[in-house]
């Protein structure tokens, strides 16, 4: 009986302490400023943070990353951010009643072609993806970087046949770059971040299809803190970090 | 015998975790658009693959994974214990490490994949893909289940047969099969629900190809980024299809597993 007893505190000891760590968010001398960011902000918005982290004592920045859409259902759900950068401004729409005021553009990415290292299939324009014996990968339309492709082989009237579309852009660039796939479109972002993974070829009229970033401070998270951020992603050092990963400035 | 009263109290906390997101996740359903949201060709193309793949994957699983189970039942050879790990590990792993693992060896540069595009096969973003995925991660319930029902079987009965002169095979397939047989269907079930809800390994290894490859995991995946009805409505039909199959296993094996 008494190991029963001693299992119990046990385990609501172990319960409480975990439940105890997700609500002490505050540090002690302290604020947290809490950032949902687009999964392709991850490398930039770390970097800005610590410049951020930095010039401001004692603010520490607390950084999610993922889905635009997932940071907004989130948002929506509840999720109390003090601001969100999301990667398209449909996901920006979506939160419109939580964000306070209007949402700033501070970077923009058009898309680009990757292939595999040294591009053995001599791909030199987006007209060569046509080619079905090709294996090329692409973004579903539903998400923001398959609605970029969709637009851009619209106008450059293109008929893709792709073996594969993905949620995810960075699912693209793998597929990419394990050689499963020949080519596929990702944001000029992922091919800087890949760096010699894959090799990039521009896609014709890639400059026309832009999309562009916005980033907001959330309703009920007014603050100087969170303006400062704001500030700090659209100002010169925050544009410059952003330039280095491939973004272009709006 | 009766287990201590107190045990009621985290049982019940136990079914409410499981049981209130799916609440929750039917409480979001709207009944009026569902049938629409179900049959558009997205939908039914995802839903025909889905069962398609996980009933060639059960198939799969019986013809590798029954005598997999059997010899490791019965079987004594050096590296057993180790063997029996090696083939649980996919209950384990996160799904998109065996998509990887899969990637890197039937994939196109992969281990057995290099030779066989070299002979003018490719796994790479076919059904065929989905498929090995779904085996990969299915295959252990199989063997789980079989394996556990041969060693609750005992060997009297095939002892019996064998002083009866019955040959190892006759043995196999008169004495041990029929008895084991609840222990093999729930097996099958369990496979086949784990191979419908197959996503990560799927995703990382065969892609999401309307018709070819995007399985009913992966179009309430895909569906979720700009219709969350129509996730939820597929969502459903998964819920709804794996309540059935894993009611009608544990109505079936629940029995024979107590006379053991």
């Known amino acids: 009986m008494r190991h029963h007893r001693t299992a119990i505190a046990a385990l609501t000891a172990l319960t409480?302490?975990?439940?105890?760590?997700?609500?002490?968010?505050?540090?002690?001398?302290g604020q947290t400023l809490r950032v949902g960011a687009a999964a392709s902000l991850t490398n930039s918005f770390e970097q800005i943070a610590e410049i951020f982290e930095a010039e401001n004592?004692?603010?520490t920045v607390e950084l999610q990353f993922a889905?635009?859409?997932?940071?907004?259902?989130?948002?929506?759900?509840?999720?109390?951010?003090d601001v969100f950068a999301s990667a398209n401004e449909p996901n920006m729409d979506k939160v419109a009643d939580s964000i306070a005021g209007e949402p700033t553009i501070f970077a923009t990415n058009t898309l680009t072609i990757v292939t595999e290292p040294g591009n053995p299939e001599d791909i030199t324009s987006l007209a060569d993806l046509a080619d079905p014996d090709l294996a090329v990968v692409i973004c579903a339309p539903q998400v923001p970087c398959g609605t970029a492709t969709?637009?851009?082989?619209d106008q450059q009237d293109v008929t893709l046949t792709p073996a594969s579309e993905e949620s995810q852009v960075t699912d693209v660039l793998a597929k990419v770059s394990s050689g499963e796939a020949d080519a596929g479109l990702v944001y000029v972002t992922d091919a800087t971040g890949a760096g010699d993974d894959?090799?990039?070829?521009?896609?014709?009229g890639a400059d026309a299809v832009v999309n562009r970033y916005p980033i907001a401070m959330l309703t009920g998270a007014e603050s100087e803190e969170a303006q400062a951020f704001i500030d700090l992603v659209t100002g010169t050092q925050g544009q410059r970090v952003l330039g280095d990963d491939g973004f272009q400035s709006p | 015998m009766r287990p201590p009263r107190w045990l009621w109290a985290p049982a019940a906390a136990a079914v409410l975790l499981v049981v209130v997101p799916i609440a929750g996740l039917v409480a979001q359903v709207q009944p009026a658009q569902l049938w629409p949201l179900l049959t558009s060709p997205a939908s039914v193309d995802?839903?025909?693959?889905?069962?398609?793949?996980?009933?060639?994957?059960?198939?799969?699983?019986?013809?590798?994974?029954?005598?997999?189970?059997?010899?490791?039942?019965r079987g004594r050879w050096p590296g057993q214990s180790v063997l029996r790990a090696l083939v649980l590990v996919p209950l384990v792993l996160p799904p998109v490490v065996g998509g990887?693992?899969?990637?890197?060896?039937?994939?196109?540069?992969?281990?057995?994949?290099?030779?066989?595009?070299?002979a003018g096969i490719s796994i790479s973003f076919s059904t065929t893909a989905v498929v090995l995925a779904q085996t990969f991660v299915a295959m252990p319930f199989l063997v789980l289940s079989l394996e556990g029902a041969v060693r609750g079987l005992g060997q009297r009965h095939e002892e019996v047969a064998a002083t009866l002169g019955a040959s190892p095979w006759r043995r196999l397939t008169r004495v041990t099969l029929p008895l084991v047989a609840p222990g093999l269907m729930s097996g099958c079930v369990l496979a086949f629900a784990r191979a419908l809800g197959e996503f990560g390994a799927t995703l990382t290894f065969a892609g999401?190809?309307?018709?070819?490859?995007?399985?009913?995991?992966?179009?309430?995946?895909?569906?979720?980024?700009?219709?969350?009805?129509?996730?939820?409505?597929?969502?459903?039909?998964?819920?709804?299809?794996?309540?059935?199959?894993v009611g009608t296993v544990y109505a079936r094996t629940i029995r024979p597993e107590r006379v053991a």
Do not use: K, M, W
């Open chain 2, 208 to 245: 999401s190809a309307q018709g070819r490859t995007r399985t009913l995991p992966l179009e309430i995946y895909l569906q979720r980024e700009t219709d969350p009805d129509a996730a939820v409505a597929l969502a459903l039909v998964l819920v709804v299809l794996a309540t059935v199959i």
């Open chain 1, 16 to 29: 409480l302490s975990l439940t105890a760590c997700s609500s002490s968010d505050e540090d002690e001398d």
């Open chain 1, 198 to 204: 894959v090799t990039t070829v521009p896609a014709d």
């Open chain 2, 100 to 118: 990887l693992a899969l990637l890197y060896t039937f994939g196109r540069r992969g281990l057995i994949g290099q030779h066989l595009e070299a």
């Open chain 1, 67 to 81: 889905g635009s859409s997932d940071l907004a259902a989130q948002i929506n759900g509840g999720a109390d951010f």
């Open chain 2, 46 to 73: 995802a839903l025909l693959l889905s069962l398609r793949t996980a009933a060639a994957t059960t198939v799969i699983c019986l013809l590798l994974g029954t005598p997999l189970a059997l010899l490791l039942a």
């Open chain 1, 57 to 59: 004592r004692g603010v």
């Open chain 1, 150 to 153: 969709q637009t851009l082989t």
